[in-house]
């Protein structure tokens, strides 16, 4: 089977590594891809955002199987486009519509959906910037912390924890008047704040069925003790003890089986991964945002868990046979921790050659922000550049094996969180 992945992060590089483990792998693209998946996939160097262009490289290397990484190319349509074209429905494709992309694509969609099924949630309110003094009003009688919410894509940085009525004022400001996300802040979700664990979980579904993948962990700060502003993600960990059998089987019952659920009563045609953001509040999960994707650093973590063929998987899910599938998780525990250049979240320099990566035989280096330089050597590009995910026994054996390996990695600037699962390690005890 010829599999094209749409991207280039990592979560891209993670999911070519698992589909080219696959005896059914026989041609394996990605679009634009990284310096970490020309090792293992071909990078044909094309622009992904040119469906035209797509198209015809799809049917002259008779693609097979197309896989979606990010969020953009979802809340922008590609499957929309996909359906609209004859010639390219016979293809699988995992990834939903743009209908069912606002899911993530509007944070006042995801909200009026859940409320619409009864899925439990945060109370919020939605504003635009002709409310913005309702917007204030909102704040100043409502209680802190709170959360405030860019509507829109924002990369992950659209979410902002606000400690005080003042920070909370500055960040509606930022966002509606001052246009700090773009068209992502065209309308701004103020959300109570809960008080608990976060945990992601992760579902493939092909709009009727689905199996749930291993739960995890992210850590969304720059700064170690989740100090800092947000960012894409600088670390997680899988599995997460306080994800147990009681628990999941409330996240099953009240929210995976109600989100299909109303999915198929709104008539939304939803094929792909399903990502929940949860907070488990006093043991009782409450969803704080969807994802219509893999997460990333997550994916790092839970594929490598996975021992199912990803081709036999994601080919089900695109031809609607999931009923009945099971997935079979290893009982390791995967820890991944994120390398990202100075500076990041905010403004930093690219083109910083990367040393010390042919030094880590032990752990799995997945590439992000990289890219290949002049001299063959690999380069940052982007402000995530790598992710070292590590397999133990148990979540303190991850963690040693792991940072014992990113020890061996070097770049001008390179800065990573040093304790990723230290909390989790706390609760075994």
Request: aromatic fraction near 8%; charge should be negative; proline fraction near 4%.
């Amino acid at each position: 089977m010829n599999v094209l992945i749409i991207g280039s992060g990592g979560r891209e590089h993670t999911l070519a590594w698992k589909i080219r483990q696959s005896p059914q792998c026989e041609r394996l693209y990605v679009l634009p891809g990284n310096a970490g998946t020309t090792s293992i996939a071909e990078n044909p160097g094309l622009d992904p955002s040119d469906y035209d262009q797509l198209r015809d490289f799809i049917l002259r290397n008779k693609v097979d199987l197309v896989v979606v990484g990010p969020e953009a190319p979802l809340v922008d349509g590609i499957r929309d486009y996909f359906n609209s074209d004859a010639r390219l429905r016979r293809v699988l494709f995992i990834g939903p519509g743009r209908e069912g992309a606002m899911l993530e694509g509007s944070k006042d969609f995801a909200k009026q959906f859940m409320n619409r099924h009864r899925i439990p949630t945060a109370a919020s309110a939605t504003f635009t910037p002709a409310q913005y003094n309702d917007a204030i009003q909102r704040i100043q009688q409502g209680s802190t912390p709170v959360v405030v919410k860019a509507d829109g894509l924002a990369a992950g940085k659209g979410v902002i924890i606000c400690e005080t009525r003042e920070e909370a004022e500055k960040a509606i400001i930022d966002i509606l008047l001052k246009n700090q996300f773009g068209e992502a802040g065209n309308k701004v979700v103020i959300e109570e704040f809960l008080e608990g664990i976060e945990v992601s979980v992760f579902l493939l579904t092909d709009g009727r069925n689905y199996v749930v993948f291993p739960e995890a962990k992210d850590y969304k700060r720059i700064g170690d003790n989740d100090t800092g502003p947000n960012t894409g993600g600088m670390g997680s960990v899988s599995p997460v003890i306080f994800a147990d059998p009681s628990f999941m089987k409330k996240v099953e019952e009240r929210i995976i089986k109600p989100t299909i659920e109303g999915l198929k009563e709104e008539k939304i045609d939803f094929t792909g991964f399903i990502f929940l953001g949860l907070m488990n509040v006093s043991g009782d999960p409450y969803v704080i945002e969807y994802n219509v994707r893999m997460g990333d650093p997550e994916s790092q973590v839970v594929i490598p868990r996975i021992n199912n063929d990803f081709i036999d998987l994601l080919a089900a899910a695109a031809k609607g046979r999931l009923e009945g599938y099971k997935v079979d998780v290893t009982g390791k525990t995967a820890v991944t921790v994120v390398l990202a250049s100075g500076g990041y979240p905010g403004s930093y320099e690219k083109g910083k050659v990367i040393l010390g990566l042919d030094k880590v035989k032990k752990t799995i280096v997945f590439h992000a922000g990289t890219g290949t330089g002049q001299d063959d050597s690999i380069i940052t590009r982007g402000g995530r550049v790598l992710a070292v995910t590590g397999m133990g026994e148990n979540l303190k054996e991850a963690l040693e094996l792991t940072y014992s390996e990113v020890k061996n990695i070097h770049w001008e600037g390179m800065q990573y969180r040093k304790d990723i699962g230290r909390d989790l390690l706390e609760l075994e005890k």
